[in-house]
Structure formats: structure tokens, C-alpha cells
């Protein structure tokens, strides 16, 4: 009777876990994938910068090639979905592409899919940034400097990120820093940086901003 307890208890245990263990999505096997990057065919300019940049990076860490698709139908395969497309919205009909203001982010799995989307004109780009830094691991420290790992097996957690910055204002008001790629990477928006079309912009207040006050 007291082993049989034990040996329920023990497999109670090992369900347990398993089941509160974090699903994870394989983007890449020995340098290779079957994974798709899809646009929206009325997305912005700054959302297929976005596309172009996760292709890129993802392309780095793992030696695979992703290609770029533009599509507004989910497609059979899988995709990693970048902007709030007709295709975002149709996998994940229950999340809200519509009130993310300022900058706000959306990283959602949807297995095999994953959704990168955020408020316009920046919250794509600034959520296919997030899930390069805190899922695969790239770190932008300077212009010149950055950290992209070797992973040519990437697998990552499943995603449910949902996130609203609460400053709408970023700088840090330094030489290098105002490089737009780079703040762009780090989510910096102030009105010094060289941010064009495609890192979405920047923010501007009226005056000449340190004297506005």
C-alpha cells in the first residue's frame, strides 16, 4: 500500500511539472528552417524594415535562411507574422492590435505561428526587437558593438507578451546613441536620434525642447 502511495505520488509529481513546463517552438534545426516571415500587403514601411530586420538577425544567429513572404492569409505552413495584418488578427482574433498606444507591443504564439505586432508606427519594429533580445539573445550595445549569438538549433519559449511602455519619451542623449539603427534596436524614440520613415519616427515636442519647459 505505502509503495503503491509513493509511486502515485511520485508520477502526480512528474505530471505536475511536465505540465507546467513551458511549451517551446523550434525556429531552426542543424541551420535550417521551415519557418516563413509573413507582411501584411498594406503594412508600413517601418513594418517590413521590421520583417527585413528579424530575416536578417535570425539569419545570423542560426545560418538559415527566412524567407519574406507577403501574404494576408495565414499560411499552411509555419510563419512568424510581423505587424497587426489581416493574418494577425485572424489567428488571434481574441488579442487587441487596436489599443497599444504609445509604442506598444504584442508577442503571441499561436503554434506553430508566432505574431510580432505592435502600435504604429514604431510598436512592430520595437516587438520583433524584444523578441530577438529576450528570446534569442542579441544584445546592441554601441553603433558599432553588439552581441548576436551562434545558434544554428533555436528553439524558444512560446510567447505572451503584451507590453505598453510608460514613458513615451527615450533618449539617452549621447553622440552614439543618436545612430537610428541602434536606437531604434533599444527602443530609444527622442527627438535627437537620426530615426527615419523606417524606424517608425520619432517623437518631437513642440519648441526647442530643452527649453520648452
Do not use: K
Not at 62 to 90: K, N
Not at 200 to 205: D, L, P, R, S, V
Amino acid at each position: 500500500m505505502t509503495t503503491t502511495w509513493t509511486l502515485g505520488l511520485i508520477i502526480g509529481a512528474v505530471l505536475t511539472v511536465a505540465a507546467a513546463a513551458p511549451a517551446e517552438m523550434t525556429l531552426a534545426t542543424g541551420g535550417a528552417t521551415d519557418y516563413v516571415i509573413l507582411v501584411d500587403p498594406e503594412a508600413t514601411v517601418a513594418e517590413r524594415h521590421a520583417a527585413d530586420e528579424l530575416a536578417s538577425f535570425l539569419g545570423q544567429v542560426t545560418g538559415a535562411t527566412f524567407p519574406i513572404l507577403e501574404s494576408a492569409q495565414v499560411p499552411e505552413g509555419p510563419a512568424l507574422l510581423v505587424g497587426p495584418g489581416a493574418a494577425a488578427r485572424a489567428l488571434a482574433p481574441d488579442r487587441s492590435f487596436d489599443d497599444l498606444a504609445p509604442d506598444g507591443i504584442v508577442i503571441e504564439t499561436r503554434a506553430p505561428h508566432l505574431i510580432l505586432a505592435g502600435d504604429r508606427p514604431r510598436g512592430t519594429l520595437y516587438a520583433v526587437y524584444r523578441f530577438l533580445e529576450d528570446a534569442v539573445g542579441c544584445r546592441w550595445w554601441t553603433s558599432t558593438a553588439s552581441t548576436i549569438p551562434q545558434r544554428p538549433d533555436l528553439t524558444v519559449p512560446d510567447q505572451h507578451v503584451r507590453y505598453i511602455p510608460p514613458l513615451e519619451y527615450r533618449e539617452v542623449f549621447w553622440w552614439d546613441a543618436f545612430d537610428g539603427d541602434w536606437a531604434a534596436r533599444n527602443q530609444s524614440n527622442g527627438q535627437r536620434a537620426h530615426l527615419e520613415e523606417r524606424h517608425g519616427g520619432h517623437w518631437q515636442y513642440a519648441g526647442n525642447f530643452v527649453h520648452t519647459f
